[in-house]
Every structure is written in C-alpha cells, then in structure tokens.
C-alpha cells in the first residue's frame, strides 16, 4: 500500500474523523509533478497535534504542523512517492454553515462566493463515514440555483465600474494618479475577483478558486466575453498608461453578456 494510503488509512480510523476527501488540482485534472495532494479531513473534534506528529513521521519527511495562517493544516512530503501532502482539517458544522449560507439562502460575497462549493462538489472521497459528506456533494452538485447567480452578480458587476463611488476601477484611477502602484495593483486583484465571479455565475458554474482561471474560465463557461484572452494579455502586459483602458474593455464586454 502506498504511503499515501496508508496515511489516509490511519487518519479513518480516528473515530472523529467523519470524511476524507481529496481536491485540487489532483481531481481538477491540473496536476503536474509540481503539484502537492490537497486532502481536507472534516473532523468532528481537532485531532491532537501529537497524533498527526506520528502519523508524519511513519510516512512522510520534513512535516511542518498545525499550521493556523487560513485553515489549520499540516503540510509534508510523501515518502515514497516524494509529493507534497497538504492536509487542512475542517468541521463539519462549519462547512455546512458555508453551504447553508451561500447555496441555501443564496448569500453573495465580493468576489469569491462558490470557491468552497466547488471545493466540496470537485471532491474525490477517500473515506465518508457515514455518507454525510456524499449527501453534501449531491445537495450542491444538484442545481446550480438562479437566484444566487443573480445575487452575485448584482453584488458583483456593479462593483467593477458602474458604482456611482468608488467602484475599483475609480479606486485604481486615483491610485494612478497619485502614483500609489501598491494600492492598483491591490484594486486590480479586487476588480479580477468580482468580474470572474460575476462570469462563473452567468455561466452557472462555481468558482474553481484562485489559480488559473482563465483556463477554467474557457474549459467550464459556454459564453466567454469578447476579447477575453486578448485583454487578459494586454492587461499583463500593458503599460501603466493602458490599464485603465483594458479595465473597461473588461468590464465592458462581460457588461455586454450579463
């Protein structure tokens, strides 16, 4: 049995563990030999640190735990195999709080808002105690509902240059002008967030999160915007003297789909 198994193995048969489940690039379809394994252990109680101290240190080198930077975690290297193993642990509660939250009530956040769905929905299990997390993945993976799609769009779009004041493209005007180039490149990243979440909504797919989406964009929407890998181009590539005028052709040509 690989080491990787055996560590899935040994983490099961801790009686709080509910459900193992591997995601990332791995179940994406993405996966190179720079990619690490993401598995995400819902867990009904934090498992001690010592407990995952022994666990890694049967299978795995260089183990940095109990990691507390965005979700608890430890992360190592795979003996055998020599991959990286990024191990997040969740609560159950919480995750369904997540889905009762955005898929359930239909609550919209700037930029972002189905990044955990399709977490969850893209899974692979690799244990399920008692089908819970299954149940999980085919309450979401079931519809993709209007409402929400409207929701974050609503929340979104008007966010990228209609508002009347500071819209993000107002925000990276200013901070032009000034020549503050922390502060654009910092509203820019906020401007990318809502425009490809108003994009996955139109098109009724969740949000594949943060690493590269316009590869996504193009594998999971049936309408793209006009230029759409043009402007990305130019917008990476453009002086600070264009940016403000690839920015509208963004938000202009995805205005033209919405």
Not at 165 to 187: E, P
Request: net charge negative; with cysteine.
């Amino acid at each position: 049995m690989p080491d990787f198994e055996k560590i899935v193995y040994e983490f099961s048969q801790i009686s709080s563990v509910r459900a193992i489940a591997l995601s990332g690039s791995t179940t994406a379809g993405t996966f190179d030999e720079d990619s690490d394994f993401d598995v995400y252990i819902y867990t009904e109680k934090e498992i001690p640190v010592e407990v995952r101290a022994c666990i890694a240190q049967k299978y795995a080198q260089n183990p940095e735990l109990d990691n507390r930077y965005w979700e608890t975690g430890d992360e190592m290297v795979i003996s055998d195999s020599q991959k990286g193993l990024d191990i997040m642990y969740r609560s159950p509660e919480w995750i369904e709080g997540i889905v009762k939250s955005i898929y359930d009530e239909k609550n919209a956040w700037v930029g972002y808002t189905t990044a955990l769905l399709h977490n969850v929905a893209s899974s692979k299990i690799l244990y399920d105690k008692d089908g819970w997390f299954e149940g999980l993945q085919r309450k979401i993976t079931a519809e993709y509902p209007d409402e929400l799609a409207k929701n974050i769009i609503k929340k979104n779009f008007v966010l990228l240059r209609k508002k009347k004041y500071s819209s993000f493209y107002a925000q990276i005007k200013n901070a032009l002008k000034r020549g503050d180039f922390i502060s654009v490149n910092h509203r820019i990243t906020a401007f990318l967030a809502s425009y490809f979440d108003s994009l996955f909504a139109l098109n009724r797919v969740y949000h594949p999160g943060e690493k590269r989406l316009v590869f996504y964009a193009k594998k999971l929407c049936k309408k793209l915007p006009q230029n759409f890998e043009e402007d990305f181009f130019r917008l990476f590539s453009c002086g600070n003297d264009e940016v403000l005028e690839v920015l509208a052709s963004l938000e202009e040509n995805l205005g033209k789909l919405l």
